[in-house]
């Protein structure tokens, strides 16, 4: 056992790297995990204790070894172990600078909005502004979209820009005017700018539309950025989330991780996919891929449509409560055909957001003639509503399904009435018939518009309720999977379909990202999953989330 211990030191050394450990981690150390119950995911195997030795785990046992001398022995006093869980699709960056703004996401009408804004002009130098974010109009009594009007009267000194929970923003007279957005501006291709009975603006700005007042935004300086990732970082890590697909990134960000990681200061797996104009993008594709250390800049992320919520989603038939309307398409077939033939040829993996049955084909379309040249396959984030032919694609083409279970419990009180019943039992929000089609689907949350916690959306993948149990059969129930199914997505195949040498199980050799969770998830009910209580994250063999001893 001692000479093992020695070769996986040598290995961690040499391979460090390639695990995502920085050069500068100190000097490995070993430390002996036991009494606990550690559910590999390695071919259903599970075991008692296992041995960590830097950032590799050196074994896994049935019955707890003696200590090698000088090991860190570390008594888990009958916790349950489970492989690292990584969020397939969330936002850092957003997270981090949501932490420090308005929360808007327990609002329940357009009056506790402007209380809120109330509140915080009150504590606001007079010209300054006031950012927040997480309104949706769907949970208010007539569920209609916001005037300018009500924030003019809530903050009239200042700017107010305030982000929907996706695809919209809503800003003041102030906002519009300094952007010199008015009566006669056009909305822009894939947005819209909803207007008032005399085409003045309501100041609701849907998709690219909100990119005409968000270059007067302040900017956040270098410092900012760093110091919203390191919030998201300590947030996630809390949870359980060893890594995270971050999406949205700009090319300033992307700095900032790496800066952190200079510092040995990035505790998670970050793997980056850039949206940051075209420009900026063309500039990253002129470089290889950053596969190193623990931030990996492997993508980019493009826009097929808008949202579900704000009915910017792209549909083949129009809106069942808005028939004049099918949504917006953010780029022509061509267009989006010739961006992610730039980025497949780069060696960038390639995202495309769809998330109507238009998008999804449009970008299946686009996407399914790259996998073959593709070094990493190409994916689509959210594949919400499908056609029922459409779906079958995603395992023939190999074009990866990014889907977030959380959505379909979290949008299911407004979902029927954007779409109706037909459409969604034929394909929507379909985990289920995708899986059993072959397809390769991972999962994740897209926080901060849901939730980062990943136990969550293991809940609702297995069971498709809410928070509150309902509905009591699920929502489209036929699309449950198991928690094995679920966890096998949230542990393994995120490392898979970035081809980073990952198992993302628990086996000798395999690098020690795991975490300790003071239930059994497999034999709890699945309500209890989103109470699940996270002791210890483990990532490279540093622990970077502890619970205070009692």
């Not at 609701?204 to 007042?213: H, N, P, S, W, Y």
Request: some cysteine; overall charge negative; proline content about 7%.
């Amino acid at each position: 056992m001692i000479a093992r211990l020695a070769c996986l030191v040598l290995l961690a050394a040499a391979c460090s790297k390639r695990a995502g450990v920085a050069e500068t981690a100190p000097a490995p150390a070993s430390t002996l995990y036991v009494n606990a119950r550690v559910h590999t995911l390695d071919q259903g195997k599970t075991a008692q204790a296992l041995r960590v030795a830097g950032a590799w785990i050196v074994d896994v046992y049935d019955a707890p070894p003696p200590p090698q001398p000088g090991e860190r022995v570390v008594d888990l006093g009958g916790a349950t172990v489970v492989p690292g869980l990584v969020d397939a699709h969330g936002h850092l960056d957003m997270l981090g600078r949501q932490m420090g703004q308005l929360d808007l996401r327990n609002a329940r009408s357009v009056e506790e909005v402007a209380a809120l804004v109330r509140e915080r002009a009150a504590t606001t130098p007079s010209g300054g502004w006031i950012i927040g974010f997480g309104w949706d109009q769907n949970l208010w009594e007539g569920k209609q979209f916001p005037d300018r009007a009500v924030l003019d009267e809530a903050a009239p000194a200042h700017k107010v820009w305030l982000r929907r929970i996706s695809h919209a923003v809503w800003v003041n007279s102030a906002v519009l005017e300094v952007a010199a957005v008015g009566k006669e501006t056009g909305s822009p291709q894939g947005g819209d700018i909803l207007r008032r009975k005399d085409r003045e603006p309501t100041g609701v700005l849907v998709d690219t539309a909100g990119e005409l007042v968000k270059p007067f935004l302040p900017e956040p300086s270098m410092d900012d950025r760093r110091a919203a990732f390191e919030r998201a970082f300590a947030h996630v890590a809390r949870l359980g989330l060893t890594g995270v697909h971050s999406m949205m990134l700009t090319m300033a960000e992307i700095e900032a991780l790496h800066q952190l990681e200079a510092e040995g200061r990035v505790p998670i797996r970050v793997t980056a996919y850039v949206t940051d104009g075209w420009p900026a993008v063309e500039g990253l594709l002129a470089m290889p891929p950053d596969r190193e250390g623990m931030v990996w800049v492997v993508g980019v992320k493009l826009f097929g449509d808008g949202a579900l919520g704000s009915r910017s989603a792209a549909l083949l038939e129009p809106y069942s409560d808005d028939v004049k309307s099918r949504g917006l398409t953010i780029h022509t077939t061509d267009d989006l055909r010739k961006r992610a033939s730039a980025i497949t040829a780069a060696g960038y993996q390639v995202a495309i957001h769809a998330i109507g049955d238009a998008a999804n084909r449009q970008a299946l379309d686009v996407l399914s003639p790259l996998v073959a040249s593709a070094k990493l396959p190409p994916r689509i984030e959210h594949a919400q509503i499908v056609e029922r032919t459409d779906l079958a694609r995603f395992a023939t083409s190999g074009v990866i399904a990014s889907i977030q279970p959380i959505h379909a419990p979290s949008d299911m009180t407004w979902a029927v009435e954007r779409v109706g019943w037909e459409r969604l039992r034929a394909g929507s929000y379909a985990a289920r018939t995708l899986i059993d089609s072959g397809a390769t689907v991972v999962l994740g949350s897209d926080f901060p518009i849901e939730s980062a916690n990943p136990w969550w959306g293991l809940h609702a993948a297995v069971s498709r309720q809410n928070a509150q149990g309902e509905p009591p059969q699920g929502f489209l129930p036929e699309q449950k999977i198991t928690l094995e199914q679920a966890l096998e997505r949230y542990c393994v195949t995120p490392h898979r379909i970035i081809d980073d040498g990952h198992p993302g199980v628990l086996r000798a050799g395999a690098p020690a990202d795991f975490v300790v969770v003071a239930s059994d998830p497999f034999k709890v009910a699945p309500s209890a999953l989103r109470d699940m209580s996270v002791l210890r994250t483990i990532v490279a063999g540093r622990e970077v989330f502890s619970t205070p001893a009692p």
